[in-house]
């Protein structure tokens, strides 16, 4: 009894080989093992944070903020270049770059491999995680809202993308392609996030090297 049903698997395992029913996972031929892969699969202790609501820009910060700068840096690991954070206060208008709390993340819309890097981020930040938690990577960043090719993915609208115009643009022809952001992409992050409370922050900090 015990043979026949060592045959039957078998026979019937060969079948499910011959029909190319047994797939590779797409991840697993990849040859970009980035630090993404770690934290995709990376449990945490701490729940996921609500997402966070608009806090604008009111103070001016003369120090580069621990969250911001850990998350650039993070993002650069990918491909890019670092942009940087801190812009003074004596230009107008609000950004939370015054005050510690944005990174420009320098990747071109209109190369194809750099659209592909900022839309592989994208994806990732606004899954769903294992628990269903919706956007779960984004929300444990304390990402308030991403500007990247003409869209906007803000927190209040449960990241869903919207058309951005910048209020320095009549139209979109007009507008030049850093205020597109076209050239870059914009993270802007909750207070929280930006001084690093947020879990992805303090768990990441806590586990171990990955490289
Ligand atoms: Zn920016």
């Known amino acids: 009894m015990r043979r026949g049903l060592t045959v039957v698997l078998a026979v019937?395992?060969?079948l499910v080989v011959s029909a190319g029913l047994l797939t590779v996972p797409a991840h697993a031929t990849s040859t970009h093992a980035t630090s993404s892969d770690a934290t995709a699969s990376q449990r945490y202790a701490m729940p996921?944070?609500?997402y966070p609501p608009y806090q604008p820009q009111k103070t001016c910060a003369r120090k580069?903020?621990?969250?911001?700068?850990a998350l650039g840096r993070w993002l650069v690991a990918?491909?890019?270049v670092y942009?940087?954070?801190l812009r003074a206060c004596s230009s107008g208008g609000q950004s939370e770059h015054k005050d510690g709390r944005a990174f420009d993340w320098m990747l071109d819309a209109s190369d194809p491999d750099d659209r592909a890097i900022a839309d592989a981020f994208l994806i990732e930040a606004f899954a769903d995680d294992e628990l269903g938690d919706t956007d779960a990577l984004a929300r444990r960043m304390g990402i308030m809202y991403v500007i990247w090719?003409?869209?906007m993915y803000a927190a209040w609208d449960g990241f869903e993308p919207t058309k951005?115009?910048?209020?320095?643009?009549?139209?979109r022809r007009a507008c030049s392609v850093t205020l597109r952001h076209r050239d870059h992409v914009h993270v802007s992050l909750s207070k929280a996030g930006a001084r690093g409370l947020t879990s992805w922050y303090v768990e990441q900090?806590?586990?171990p090297p990955t490289a």
């Open 12 to 14: 019937l395992s060969s």
């Open 48 to 50: 996921v944070e609500a």
């Open 64 to 69: 580069d903020k621990p969250g911001t700068v």
């Open 78 to 80: 990918r491909g890019g």
């Open 83 to 85: 942009g940087g954070t």
């Open 149 to 151: 090719n003409d869209r």
């Open 164 to 171: 951005y115009l910048s209020s320095g643009c009549r139209t």
């Open 205 to 207: 900090a806590l586990a």
